[in-house]
């Protein structure tokens, strides 16, 4: 077991995928999770099996992509809750296409979501760490931010963002105690993911660039986002840390 001390803690993207799996595993840890997602089915879905495994959790249907349904949010949420020690920017969608074939609101509504929104989340959920001398603060990037992937311009671009923000809030958080780190998740088994990895033509031709030549699970990146929300990672920060069964090294 990790040490927590009764941390809260907001997951964006709880609804399914990896966000509802770091959701759970930090529950299971003694956590107060709040799960935000766009949809209020799914998020409230998390949440309830949360609590029917015995833990303790908020459903809270947010479009992260909306600066001022955010803000909206988060004077709600801490007017509700005491503290919000741990904050998990994982929400994210993709519009994929070759560069000379994407819209611009292909380009925005990628960018708004995946990268912007951490923007705003952070900076208002991570005042109140800074007041308190202790937060964490983990953003789900992507292998495709660290290497890049072809038909994902606008992605590759937020998840590349999403690592520079990364490094600099660390820095600018670092004399009060707030750590900033980011996990860059290759091909993980996930519905986003499905598609391909239920082809064999196509998930063959993925793991040939995957030294372990097997899919990643959600909890394989659940797992190392707990650690980093953890008391014991403490004097971690600004670090990448990529759950991509080689591919980047």
């Not at 990628?110 to 990268?115: E, F, M």
């Not at 860059?184 to 033509?201: C, Y």
């Amino acid at each position: 077991m990790l040490t927590f001390n009764n941390r809260t803690a907001l997951i964006t993207g709880a609804g399914r995928g990896i966000g509802k799996a770091i959701a759970e595993t930090l529950a299971k840890q003694g956590v107060t999770v709040i799960c935000v997602s766009k949809s209020a089915e799914s998020c409230g879905a998390t949440a309830a099996a949360i609590i029917a495994a015995g833990g303790k959790a908020k459903a809270l249907a947010v479009d992260v992509a909306d600066g001022a349904a955010i803000a909206k949010a988060s004077e709600e949420l801490l007017k509700e809750f005491p503290a919000i020690d741990i904050l998990v920017n994982n929400a994210g969608i993709t519009r994929d296409g070759l560069l000379f074939r994407m819209s611009e609101s292909d380009w925005s509504d990628v960018i708004g979501t995946n990268l912007t929104s951490c923007f705003h989340w952070t900076k208002l959920i991570g005042r109140p760490m800074t007041r308190a001398r202790w937060g964490r603060i983990v953003n789900i990037a992507s292998v495709s931010g660290i290497m890049g992937n072809a038909g994902q311009a606008n992605y590759s671009a937020a998840k590349a963002g999403m690592i520079g923000l990364t490094k600099t809030l660390a820095r600018e958080f670092a004399g009060r105690s707030v750590t900033v780190n980011a996990v860059a998740p290759g091909f993980i088994k996930t519905d986003m993911t499905t598609e391909f990895v239920n082809n064999p033509e196509v998930s063959a031709k993925i793991l040939e660039a995957v030294p372990l030549k097997r899919f990643g699970e959600a909890a394989d990146v659940a797992n190392i986002t707990a650690y980093l929300c953890s008391e014991e990672a403490g004097y971690i920060t600004g670090q990448v840390f990529s759950i991509d069964g080689g591919m980047a090294m």
